[in-house]
């Protein structure tokens, strides 16, 4: 990636973390990313497609992807931990990001909405499809529906991460993670 596509898509970040995809202008990103509008729409065609590379740039499937080959040595429970661990540090970095989001979402291009929710699901998928391994290596239950189990799993760990990050709730969130990691892992895993 050049120098300048990668200032654009900081830029792009910060307004778009601080504004919002509506509130922003592509004038403005170029301002703050110091190069001409011109040279803007030269990399992205448009501000959708601005905004659709920031969203990809920002997702957690290029970790997942990585992580996955690593945690197939760790012990099961361990690696919902380091998932988890991972996950939320992204989520914590882009926090001002989902916080617009979850405002804005609606209002949203048809397109962005669609890609949006397509690179949710495919961290699901990824997630699902290491569910589907440990189900063959005997260590998860026969009967467990992965694509399911992957919702849940990613959806108690967002909700813990908007109410203790965007509501602000005081809660101990050592506990609240390590309880729904436990349950998750008690639900999920073979019993002998």
């Known amino acids: 990636m050049t120098d300048t596509k990668e200032k654009i898509l900081k830029s792009a970040l910060k307004l778009f973390s601080q504004k919002g995809y509506l509130g922003t202008t592509t004038k403005e990103i170029a301002k703050e990313a110091q190069v001409a509008e011109v040279t803007l729409f030269r990399y992205f065609t448009s501000k959708e497609n601005l905004f659709i590379d920031v969203l990809k ?11 996955i080959p690593k945690l197939k040595k760790k012990d099961y429970k361990d690696s919902l931990k380091t998932i988890a661990k991972y996950y939320f540090d992204l989520l914590k970095k882009k926090r001002d990001l989902i916080c617009i989001m979850h405002t804005e979402i609606f ?5 962005i ?3 949006h929710s397509k690179m949710i699901h495919e961290v699901y998928l990824v997630f699902a499809s290491y569910l589907e391994e440990l189900k063959k290596d005997g260590v998860l239950k026969k009967d467990l529906d992965s694509n399911y189990a992957s919702l849940a799993y990613f959806g108690m760990l967002f909700n813990l991460f908007i109410k203790k990050e965007l509501l602000r709730r005081k809660i101990d969130f050592k506990k609240a993670l390590q309880t729904y990691i436990e349950i998750f892992y008690e639900g999920t895993r073979r019993i002998e």
């Open 57 to 67: 740039s920002q997702s957690f499937l290029p970790t997942l992807k990585d992580l």
């Open 107 to 111: 209002q949203y291009p048809a397109e």
């Open 113 to 115: 909405r669609a890609i």
